[in-house]
């Protein structure tokens, strides 16, 4: 029989261009935020992590904004390649200061890169 | 190069079998955690430790799931008995903060028939 599953957000953009993904968070408490990328077949990957004191982080080719007003997490590659084909998750931790709490994930958003 | 490790990587079971799914978390990391991945729910929280100490496993179905960290190196995820249902990616991960950036492994690919 057909099998149902999630049915993933999917951004396709082509080599070259820039993308933002967007995560709505849940928990107006939550003061810590992951970027993690899983490639088919693997581990999610830690990619950027920002805190609730900051608005914008950035690493190499990759920028998080976070918009606390509205619950709102965006990772923007630059100059997207091939490479960064994969599903894309964030994360928020409700307690990090506290050092208590877990990771609760969204559900993932797939990028496709067109070459 | 530190990393964490699962084994075995793929597991294909019958309905009934006790499954056994081993971790080895980063050396000086003190945090695991046990996730479930799946196409119908995504990654789901299963079970987390401290120190070895469980803090919560209220993500696990506890009448046949069952997790344990043997000493700091180990931590083990245990199906009695496995059901089709059970099928899925297994992940662990270990952190050295309590809530902090996580390291995950490769994950056990479950299959129960």
């Known amino acids: 029989g057909e099998s149902v599953g999630l049915h993933l957000p999917t951004l396709s953009v082509q080599e070259g261009d820039n993308s933002i993904i967007n995560c709505a968070y849940s928990?107006?408490?939550?003061?810590?935020f992951i970027w993690y990328k899983q490639e088919s077949g693997k581990g999610p990957q830690f990619i950027i992590d920002?805190?609730?004191?900051?608005d914008k982080r950035q690493g190499q080719r990759v920028t998080v904004l976070l918009n606390k007003t509205v619950k709102h997490l965006s990772l923007q590659i630059a100059a997207t390649q091939p490479g960064d084909s994969a599903v894309y998750f964030c994360?928020?931790?409700?307690?990090?200061?506290?050092?208590?709490?877990?990771?609760?994930f969204g559900q993932g958003t797939e990028l496709s890169v067109k070459p | 190069d530190a990393r964490v490790t699962q084994t075995p990587r793929h597991k294909v079971t019958e309905m009934g079998q006790e499954v056994t799914m081993r971790c080895q978390p980063i050396?000086?990391?003190?945090?695991v955690f046990w996730y479930r991945q799946t196409m119908m729910q995504g990654l789901e929280l299963l079970a987390y430790?401290?120190?070895?100490?469980?803090?919560?496993d209220s993500g696990m179905p506890k009448d046949r799931f069952s997790a344990e960290m043997p000493d700091a190196t180990l931590a083990t995820l245990k199906i009695q008995p496995s059901e089709p249902r059970d099928s899925a990616v297994y992940f662990c991960?270990?952190?050295?903060?309590?809530?902090?950036?996580?390291?995950f492994g490769p994950g056990t690919r479950l299959t129960v028939l």
């Open positions: 991960a270990s952190g050295y903060r309590g809530g902090g950036e996580q390291f």
């Open positions: 928990n107006s408490a939550s003061d810590y």
């Open positions: 920002i805190r609730s004191n900051m």
């Open positions: 994360a928020e931790n409700p307690r990090f200061y506290n050092q208590g709490g877990k990771l609760i």
């Open positions: 050396l000086g990391h003190n945090t």
């Open positions: 430790f401290r120190n070895r100490a469980p803090l919560d």
